[in-house]
């Protein structure tokens, strides 16, 4: 079955960095899109980045756009969020999901969590002051 397992989360001090992983199992990895959403507590799930199947098209939330950077190694099936410059406002579990996209002619991406079929179980990321 489909496994994507997030890993790299921790604690870290207001402007530190952070790498987040995911490893895709159980799919054809080069045919899905691949996003991260995060939940921090008492909110609802949002978006922070999305890299599309052939890596060409990347899109960030506009909350950590110059901060955080997303790429993918279709070779070893990997999505990686780097984060940095954290703000304490970064606190929350982290999610990576997966979205078909492989019927498609262009690279799309998407930041709507309705698109992803396949999700994470999340990785906490803590950022003190």
């Known amino acids: 079955q489909v496994q994507l397992v997030e890993s790299g989360g921790g604690l870290v001090q207001a402007g530190g960095s952070l790498r987040l992983s995911c490893a895709a199992s159980?799919?054809?990895?080069?045919?899905?899109?691949m996003g991260w959403f995060r939940q921090a507590p008492g909110k609802e799930r949002e978006f922070v980045a999305a890299?599309?199947?052939?890596?060409?098209?990347?899109d960030f939330a506009d909350s950590v756009k110059g901060r955080f950077t997303i790429s993918r190694d279709n070779n070893k099936n990997t999505v990686t969020l780097q984060m940095n410059s954290l703000k304490r406002e970064d606190t929350a579990v982290y999610y990576c999901?997966?979205?078909?996209?492989?019927?498609?002619?262009?690279?799309?991406?998407?930041?709507?969590?309705?698109?992803?079929?396949?999700w994470g179980q999340g990785t906490q990321v803590t950022v003190s002051s």
């Open positions: 999901a997966a979205d078909f996209t492989g019927h498609q002619a262009y690279e799309s991406i998407s930041n709507s969590m309705r698109e992803y079929k396949y």
């Open positions: 159980g799919l054809t990895f080069s045919s899905y899109a």
């Open positions: 890299i599309s199947r052939r890596g060409g098209r990347t």
